[in-house]
C-alpha cells in the first residue's frame, strides 16, 4: 500500500484538514489535523481514528499505522 | 486449584503502584523497539515505575489487552489510568504533557 492511499484511507474515515502520512508500504507513520478530536483526550483521539480504520486493520490490508501526532484544528494553528 | 482472577492482578497492580508499564522484556533489556521507547520517555522524565514483563506471563499478555481494551503493548499506567501506547507516550512527551502528569506524582 502506497501512503497516498492511507491518508485516502484516514481522510474517508473522519473530517480532516490535514493528513500527512510517510511510510514503506508496511508501516506507516500519521499526522493527523480533523476537528474530531476537539475535546478528546489523546487515548480517546488515537481510539477513534483506529477505531474507523478497524476493518483494514483487523484484514491486514492496513498492516501498522503509527500516530504521530493527533491535533484539533486549533492546535496545530501556527 | 481456584481459577486465577488475571484482571483483578492487573487492576491490584496499576492502581498499587503509581506507575507501571506493562511491556516486553524489562527496563533494563527491553525486547521490543517500542517496549524500549516506552521505557526511554519515562527516564527522561526522571519518572520512578515499576514494570511487568508480558513475555513471562502469557496470561497477563492477553490480560492486558483486554483490561485496557487496547490491543498492543507497550502499556502505560498512572494511578491506575490507562494512558496508552508509546505513540500516546511520544506525542504527550512532545507536548510536555507526560513530564507534568509525573511530576505531579512526587
Not at chain 1, 30 to 54: C, N, Q, Y
Request: glycine letters at 6%.
Amino acid at each position: 500500500m502506497h501512503p497516498n492511499e492511507v491518508k485516502a484511507l484516514i481522510e474517508a474515515a473522519l473530517p480532516c484538514t490535514a493528513v500527512e502520512v510517510e511510510g514503506d508500504g508496511h508501516h506507516f507513520y500519521a499526522t493527523i489535523v480533523s476537528p474530531a478530536f476537539e475535546g478528546l483526550k489523546l487515548l480517546d483521539r488515537h481510539r477513534l481514528v483506529k477505531d474507523r480504520l478497524k476493518a483494514k486493520l483487523d484484514s491486514g490490508e492496513l498492516h501498522a499505522l503509527s500516530l504521530r501526532a493527533t491535533r484539533t484544528p486549533a492546535e496545530a494553528a501556527p | 486449584m481456584s481459577e486465577r482472577n488475571v484482571q483483578q492482578e492487573i487492576h491490584d497492580t496499576v492502581t498499587q503502584n503509581p506507575v507501571v508499564l506493562f511491556m516486553k522484556g524489562s527496563a533494563s533489556f527491553p525486547m521490543c523497539g517500542f517496549s524500549a521507547a516506552a521505557v526511554q520517555l519515562l527516564k527522561n522524565c526522571d519518572a520512578q515505575f515499576v514494570t511487568v514483563n508480558v513475555l513471562e506471563d502469557q496470561d497477563i499478555r492477553q490480560g492486558i489487552k483486554d483490561y485496557a481494551n487496547w490491543p498492543t503493548i507497550p502499556q502505560l499506567y498512572i494511578k491506575g489510568e490507562f494512558i496508552g501506547g508509546s505513540d500516546i507516550m511520544k506525542e504527550l512527551y512532545a507536548t510536555g504533557e507526560l513530564q507534568q502528569q509525573l511530576a505531579a506524582l512526587k
